[in-house]
């Protein structure tokens, strides 16, 4: 008899310690959640234990936005403007170091124009609002065309078309004006007349043209765009892979050094995404052929 109470007592102990092992909530080693379970499964080798605290900010960290995009902005914005970039230049996905939206400080002086031509080949200028751009907002003509809202501290403003470079020593942020250009705002006799400029996008402007450069075949050729609303970003031609993109040189044409697309279709892309296509555009060199389009206003 004492056998068989012995017996029934082994029994209900180990069930009772099975009961203890396999209860909601146990205290076993597996017990951490399916939280740590989950950090551990991608901890990298030798991370060492993951704790609450470090589940909670990889959680954490999983659910913020990235503010990778923003930090990009901010190291991409010209040096001549000093601070974060405004959230206005996050429109212009393929703009240079002349955002929009954005204010640069810096001097105007005056230079003889002339005709208006410049480091830019635009050619000749019935309006001399114009002005040349500093050697490193100039960008290796990326400013070509560009148009720009100049205020002085006098209160006196005017809106110029970049059509000229400013070599060193420029500074960032520096307007060299047309003398007619900056007789606006003060006396030549100034010199030097502190500014801050914007870039615009005009109102008021009828279609773009085009313009083979001077020598260009079927073999080789330059295009260059005019009138254009918004600052160019991509020029591209079509070939018979696809659309291939020229690069553009300092004096603002974009080539084609093997001939390819020369005389096609071409399609043309502003600092805002902005695409136009034109056909139908001879190979004719050095004449300014106008089209229908012209980029929206931003």
């Known amino acids: 008899m004492s056998t068989s109470i012995?017996?029934?007592?082994?029994?209900?102990?180990?069930?009772?310690?099975?009961?203890?092992?396999?209860?909601?909530?146990?205290?076993?080693?597996?017990?951490?959640?399916?939280?740590?379970?989950?950090?551990q499964a991608g901890a990298a080798p030798g991370a060492g234990p993951v704790t609450a605290s470090s589940t909670a900010a990889a959680a954490?960290?999983?659910a913020r936005p990235s503010r990778a995009g923003t930090a990009s902005a901010s190291a991409s914005r010209s040096a001549s403007t000093g601070g974060a970039a405004p959230a206005g230049s996050a429109v212009a996905p393929l703009a240079g170091r002349i955002k929009p939206s954005v204010t640069y400080h810096g001097v105007a002086t005056a230079y003889a124009a002339a005709d208006g031509n410049g480091a830019c080949l635009f050619g000749p200028s019935g309006d001399l609002m114009i002005a040349?751009?500093?050697?490193?907002?100039?960008?290796?003509?990326?400013?070509?065309?560009?148009?720009?809202l100049v205020r002085a501290a006098n209160g006196s403003s005017l809106t110029v078309r970049i059509v000229n470079e400013c070599p060193l020593p420029c500074a960032p942020g520096q307007l060299d004006?047309?003398?007619?250009?900056?007789?606006?705002?003060?006396?030549?006799?100034?010199?030097?007349?502190?500014?801050?400029?914007?870039?615009?996008?005009?109102?008021?402007?009828?279609?773009l043209s085009l313009r083979y450069q001077t020598g260009s075949t079927r073999w080789w050729c330059g295009i260059q765009v005019i009138g254009h609303r918004n600052p160019v970003?991509?020029?591209?031609?079509?070939?018979?892979?696809?659309?291939r993109r020229l690069p553009r040189t300092d004096y603002n044409y974009f080539v084609s050094s093997d001939g390819s697309g020369c005389g096609g279709p071409i399609r043309i892309t502003d600092i805002y995404g902005q695409q136009l296509t034109v056909d139908g555009i001879a190979l004719r060199p050095n004449v300014a052929q106008p089209t229908n389009v012209q980029f929206a206003r931003h």
């Open 6 to 39: 012995a017996a029934a007592l082994l029994a209900v102990g180990v069930l009772v310690c099975l009961a203890v092992a396999f209860r909601p909530g146990g205290g076993g080693p597996t017990d951490a959640g399916p939280a740590v379970a989950a950090a």
């Open 60 to 62: 954490s960290a999983a």
């Open 132 to 148: 040349a751009m500093n050697y490193t907002d100039y960008e290796s003509s990326k400013a070509c065309g560009a148009y720009v």
């Open 177 to 207: 004006l047309s003398q007619q250009a900056f007789a606006r705002l003060a006396n030549l006799s100034v010199g030097r007349l502190p500014i801050t400029w914007t870039l615009l996008s005009p109102a008021s402007l009828g279609p």
């Open 233 to 243: 970003a991509l020029l591209e031609v079509r070939t018979a892979g696809g659309w």
